[in-house]
């Protein structure tokens, strides 16, 4: 078991800084080269590598080389997945008026592996807190 523990403690840690996280969020609808993926994230182009190799390295993402460019895309789309529902519930749970209800259901649609977002207003995450009715 504790290899298991120490294993699942290694995925963790890859989603455990917010930079990462960002760069997951560039890439959960297509696969970008890192120009692009430096241009959605603002982050310099050092930074941005070391990232991404550490990612590639974990098995998060895979990569092709096309001419000079590189291009990454998610390797496993349960990356995508295990981001978008911790993330929702996270914001869903915040009390705070910085976390828009409006602002979470943006950010749960385009975390969809693969898709393209669809408008938020014809759905809402199973894990966001509504209103009651009466």
């Known amino acids: ?6 294993s699942v403690a ?5 989603l455990g800084e917010p930079t990462r996280l ?25 930074n941005a590598s070391r990232h991404l190799g550490l ?6 993402l895979s990569r ?23 993330s929702v519930q996270v914001a869903g749970r915040s009390e705070s008026a910085a976390v828009s209800t409006d602002s979470v259901n943006r950010f749960a649609d385009e975390m969809t592996f693969g898709q393209p977002p ?7 995450p199973a894990n966001l807190k509504e209103k009651a009715s009466v």
């Open 1 to 6: 078991m504790r290899e298991v523990f120490e």
């Open 10 to 14: 290694r995925y963790f840690s890859v």
């Open 22 to 46: 960002r760069i997951l969020h560039a890439l959960c609808q297509d696969e970008r080269c890192v120009n692009d993926i430096i241009k959605v994230t603002g982050l310099a182009q050092a």
């Open 55 to 60: 990612m590639y390295q974990a098995g998060m």
């Open 64 to 86: 092709r080389r096309d001419g000079t460019q590189i291009f990454y895309k998610v390797a496993d789309p349960m990356y995508v997945e295990l981001c978008r529902a911790v």
């Open 118 to 124: 669809t408008s938020s207003k014809h759905h809402s």
